[in-house]
């Protein structure tokens, strides 16, 4: 999986009817000391997550393994909110003090 | 799903029989900035898009979700035609004033 | 799918038992001016593919989608041969002229 | 597979009912001389790994075939905790000396 | 499938259950003229290749299409030993010589 943080949302009106009712989430990647990278995905919410959350969001096929995903042409999807992230014995990042 | 932006199209004649009758087009990667990066990818069209509209495109196992994938070699498909895209707070792109 | 080139030919004679007659080839990534890329893959010919050739080919599962691959230990296989490319309104790759 | 070293851990109480009960590692990816690179990912743990210590991680659908993972929206997973590395005749790494 | 060359090995006591019995490489990516590049992999062997060989091995779910690795957590399989490789008409490698 990869961190990122939700940056923003897209609003698809004409879509593959197997993405009806998805939300999409603008995901920028981030790096082990939780700073923004140049990189993102679009991936689709499981877990009611909302703007500048830090998120886990899985990849390929393995993002086709949630109920809300199962079937669809989906190759991003959110599924951990993240609380904190400990890198090097040190808190790198905690969700309370975000 | 990466955002792009449909920038061309390919022609092959000569081709694997299970692509027979599918689009292809050039998409060019999108930055969050919705400016053109470097990188692109062939997709094939579910969704009846056309040059110069962004899309949203899925890659992998995932790009053979929809009908007119099922079962073909084919790793890349454009699954949507996006409408606006908002990051930090503000409209990155909007469509109908591109 | 990615747009690469044909520059040469890989030969192996010891291998996995599910990679007997199949023919594998160099292909460098091309650039969206269909310029060479730093980057190459060696991918198995499913279309009678020829060296210098411009083609388009599959990577991942969906490139155990095709009568030639189905089943084996292969991750890149060529399913079209690129007549043209059009980006940006121009012609950027012509068979017939290349 | 990728070598990675355990530098962290991941705390997300608001997940996908799948993944309730699996470890959730920050692991940095290595070099051939066995030190940090940039890039790292979050993985799951199936072999009893700690923090500091290098590991071999599988990505994508691979990262579902051990018991842990099997059915989850899991794309990678600590597979392998390395004892030594010997990279052109010499020992790049040795648990035993790190 | 990628170029690489074998250039080390990696031994793990510790490690998933069905990884038992399969030997793991450290296999340097190659450039289009045969030299080192900066990435590698750690693949599974399943043709009895040796250090020092160029190799061609296969990523993802392809990895688990030969015999020794078919449901196994493994996402890299060297599946041939190369003997020469052609590029722009001219030989690049010849195993012979190497």
Same mark, same amino acid.
């Given at each position: 999986?990869?961190? #990122?943080?939700? !940056?923003?949302? /897209? $609003?698809?009106?004409?879509?593959?009817?197997?993405?009806?009712?998805? +939300?999409?989430?603008?995901?920028?990647?981030?790096?082990?000391?939780?700073?923004?990278?140049?990189?993102?995905?679009?991936?689709?919410?499981?877990? #009611?997550?909302? !703007?500048?959350e /830090? $998120?886990?969001?899985a990849?390929?096929?393995?993002a086709?393994?949630? +109920?809300?995903?199962?079937?669809?042409?989906?190759?991003?999807?959110?599924?951990?909110?993240v609380?904190?992230?400990?890198?090097?014995?040190?808190v790198?990042?905690?969700?309370?003090?975000?």
């Amino acid at each position: 999986m990869k961190l #990122g943080r939700v !940056v923003g949302t /897209v $609003v698809a009106s004409r879509k593959d009817e197997k993405l009806e009712g998805l +939300r999409l989430y603008m995901v920028q990647d981030l790096s082990l000391g939780i700073t923004g990278r140049d990189s993102f995905v679009v991936a689709v919410d499981s877990v #009611g997550a909302g !703007v500048n959350e /830090v $998120v886990l969001y899985a990849s390929g096929s393995s993002a086709r393994q949630t +109920r809300e995903t199962d079937g669809r042409p989906v190759d991003a999807v959110i599924m951990a909110i993240v609380d904190t992230v400990e890198v090097n014995g040190a808190v790198a990042y905690d969700k309370s003090g975000d």
